[in-house]
């Protein structure tokens, strides 16, 4: 029998190329996967990912995107469109989570986070379609109902990531007749927060309802494992938890 997992001949485009993305990266190209890896800012993180997982022996594509401007979206589908044809397999990992009390919260606020979540995630999608054979998938990343309860002050970022957690439902519908799988992710605590207190983060972790040790690597090895296998399932409009039962 051959491997559970195949993605050879395929190619996965990563949006963000870091932290969770730098892990998913490189368990799909160690199950086959041809990669595009995009980032905005962190063009050192995504260039030690791009290397890395070039060490796997499959074929890699680094682009700067902002995956929030549908010019600089199109602009990167035409070159990948020039190294590897098509896209199996998306995965919408851009993302911010900046911390700010209610009362300073203003309309820039909002619009960052429907800017880099929302609209990183249709434009892509959107834009990628005609691109994407049947067959192929779609991950996305939102956050469960009572994902909020644990972390307070990111208002804009939790109403944002609901508005991706139906927008994926509603394309499951609108995609079935094409033949292409979506579905997200609400991961819950996987990776402690840049600029979170360590004691902060253990707090949040220990209120799972299960007994047992996970660290970040780990969180974050589950993660990518879970990003593998809705790369292949037939499975489309599901909420796939991963927070320990913090739900």
């Known amino acids: 029998m051959g491997p559970l997992f195949s993605l050879k001949n395929q190619t996965a485009w990563i949006t963000g190329g870091k ?7 490189e368990v799909l190209a160690e199950n086959g996967a041809n ?3 995009s980032y905005k800012d962190s063009r050192q993180e995504a ?13 890699a594509l680094l682009l700067e995107v902002d995956v929030s401007d549908k010019i600089s979206v199109e602009n990167a589908l035409e070159k990948i469109k020039k ?7 998306l995965v919408l990992l851009a993302s ?19 800017d880099v979540h929302v609209l990183g995630t249709f434009l892509p999608i959107k834009c990628c379609l005609n691109l994407m054979p049947k067959g192929s998938h779609i991950i996305t990343i939102s956050e469960s109902e009572t994902a909020s309860t644990k972390y ?3 208002v804009p970022y939790f109403v944002a990531k609901g508005a991706i957690l139906y ?7 609108e995609f079935g007749s094409k ?31 299960v007994d047992f040790p996970v660290d970040d690597d780990r969180a974050v090895e589950e993660f990518a494992k879970l990003v593998l296998y809705l790369s292949t399932t037939n499975s489309t409009g599901g909420v796939y938890p991963l927070d320990m039962g913090q739900m």
């Open 179 to 209: 033949g292409i799988f979506i579905n997200t992710v609400t991961p819950g605590p996987i990776l402690k927060p840049e600029g979170m207190k360590n004691e902060d983060w253990l707090k949040i972790r220990k209120e799972s309802i």
């Open 47 to 59: 260039e030690d990912t791009f290397k890395k997982v070039k060490k796997l022996g499959i074929k």
């Open 19 to 25: 932290r969770i993305g730098k892990k998913v990266a």
């Open 35 to 37: 990669l595009v890896i």
């Open 152 to 154: 307070v002050r990111y």
């Open 96 to 114: 911010i989570f900046e911390q700010k009390e209610f009362a300073s919260l203003n309309e820039d606020d909002f619009r960052k986070n429907f």
């Open 167 to 173: 927008l994926t439902k509603a394309l499951a519908s």
């Open 83 to 89: 190294t590897f044809k098509k896209i199996d397999v």
